[in-house]
């Protein structure tokens, strides 16, 4: 497995149908007690082991309608325990992200991740739009991330501007011409 990172990462070797039926029998045990839920994703996800932080995202996804602005805040501070592209695309895409399509005045916080030092936030940045684009929201946050991360060096963040590109294409050739 660790041919597919860049940075040295530690796994258990999970298969990931195995990993998604533990998450779906911890949600059902956790589900009516919000915060031990919350809380012992944030231990999975803060910890070093690959498979913890993508059970710890996928535990928490049948949740996401009832999370709100304090669980967003918590989401994004988790940005800063991301140590490969896995664990980042699991946060962006499968909570962050879907959190900012259903409250849209949250897709004004990318803007400020794209100024971040920390490439796993500018990676957000254009990552966690894909969501929104995807429906056909958020062209004004898509336009000013890329014109700040369009120059970034990292490659990291350069796939994830690349990413959002791409689904913004593709939602414009779905689209019925208005001729």
Not at 142 to 151: D, F, G, I, P, S
Request: glycine content about 6%; hydrophobic content about 45%; some cysteine.
């Amino acid at each position: 497995m660790q041919w597919f990172f860049k940075e040295e990462v530690r796994s258990h070797g999970w298969y990931t149908a195995d990993l998604r039926r533990y998450a779906r029998a911890l949600h059902k045990e956790l589900a009516c007690d919000q915060p031990l839920l919350l809380d012992v994703a944030e231990r999975l996800f803060a910890g070093a082991v690959l498979e913890e932080k993508a059970l710890a995202v996928t535990m928490l996804e049948p949740s996401l309608k009832r999370f709100g602005g304090a669980e967003f805040t918590r989401f994004e501070r988790w940005l800063g325990w991301v140590s490969s592209w896995a664990d980042h695309d699991a946060l962006a895409m499968f909570l962050i992200g879907p959190m900012m399509v259903a409250e849209p005045a949250r897709a004004k916080r990318p803007l400020r991740w794209a100024s971040s030092p920390n490439r796993w936030r500018r990676r957000a940045a254009a990552v966690s739009l894909i969501h929104g684009i995807r429906k056909g929201m958020f062209q004004e946050e898509a336009v000013a991330v890329t014109e700040r991360l369009l120059a970034d060096r990292d490659d990291m963040v350069q796939k994830g501007l690349g990413w959002l590109l791409r689904e913004w294409r593709s939602t414009i050739r779905r689209r019925p011409c208005r001729c």
